[in-house]
């Protein structure tokens, strides 16, 4: 099998795990939310594949699993939204894997972390929901609030899992690990 076909193989399992865990691991946190579980698969793949292989597993991840649950109701601003947290949290974590000390790369990762989510749901999200809605964006940004929360403990939480499945990433998939 050549590298290419790996890859896609290897991004439809993120995929494909992203909505698994959103589906089967639902842990509520507020009133009718959800956690995201399948963040932390979206982090894992920033981590380890890159920039392009996680934004493509929590946006396509995220247009899966609304159309499996409850249709386009939510999607189109929940996956745009993905699209600029993978690209931010991809390229922080390429930087930040080679700082040899922990604390300051797991600041760095969990203020990347927060500024990410914050323009992925606060504004993206919001904005797209404001527009498709025709809605006013606070509105849409005060009910987006608790999505922001939620999203960000999960990928704060999921920073160690990154840096243990790195390892074995490399392990496994020499040449897809970045």
Same mark, same amino acid.
């Given at each position: 099998?050549?590298?290419?076909?790996?890859?896609?193989?290897?991004?439809?399992? /993120?995929?494909?795990?992203? @909505?698994?865990?959103?589906?089967?691991?639902?842990?509520?946190?507020?009133?009718?939310?959800?956690?995201?579980?399948?963040?932390? @698969?979206?982090?894992?793949?920033?981590?380890?594949?890159?920039?392009?292989? /996680?934004?493509?597993?929590?946006?396509?991840?995220? %247009?899966?699993?609304?159309?499996?649950?409850?249709?386009?109701?939510?999607?189109?601003?929940?996956?745009? /939204?993905?699209?600029?947290?993978?690209? %931010? &949290?991809?390229? $922080?974590?390429?930087?930040?894997?080679? &700082?040899? *000390?922990?604390?300051?790369? =797991?600041?760095?990762?969990?203020?990347?972390?927060?500024?990410?989510?914050?323009?992925?749901? &606060?504004?993206?999200?919001?904005? =797209?929901?404001?527009?498709?809605?025709?809605?006013?964006?606070?509105?849409?940004? /005060?009910?987006? #609030?608790?999505?922001?929360?939620?999203? $960000? #403990?999960?990928?704060?939480?999921?920073?160690? %899992?990154?840096?243990?499945?790195? %390892?074995?990433? *490399?392990?496994?998939?020499?040449?897809?690990?970045?």
């Amino acid at each position: 099998m050549n590298m290419r076909t790996k890859r896609i193989c290897l991004i439809a399992v /993120g995929i494909a795990l992203f @909505v698994a865990l959103s589906l089967c691991l639902q842990v509520p946190v507020f009133e009718n939310y959800y956690l995201c579980l399948g963040y932390v @698969v979206m982090a894992v793949y920033c981590y380890s594949f890159g920039v392009t292989a /996680g934004t493509l597993v929590g946006c396509f991840g995220v %247009i899966l699993y609304c159309l499996l649950i409850n249709g386009l109701r939510g999607m189109p601003g929940w996956a745009l /939204g993905n699209v600029v947290i993978g690209v %931010i &949290l991809g390229l $922080t974590f390429r930087r930040t894997k080679g &700082l040899a *000390k922990p604390l300051i790369r =797991t600041a760095l990762n969990t203020v990347a972390i927060v500024i990410a989510v914050a323009l992925g749901i &606060l504004v993206v999200k919001s904005e =797209t929901e404001s527009l498709l809605y025709a809605q006013p964006f606070l509105i849409r940004a /005060g009910k987006n #609030v608790y999505a922001f929360v939620a999203d $960000t #403990v999960v990928l704060i939480v999921s920073l160690p %899992i990154c840096a243990i499945l790195d %390892i074995q990433a *490399k392990k496994m998939l020499p040449n897809l690990a970045e």
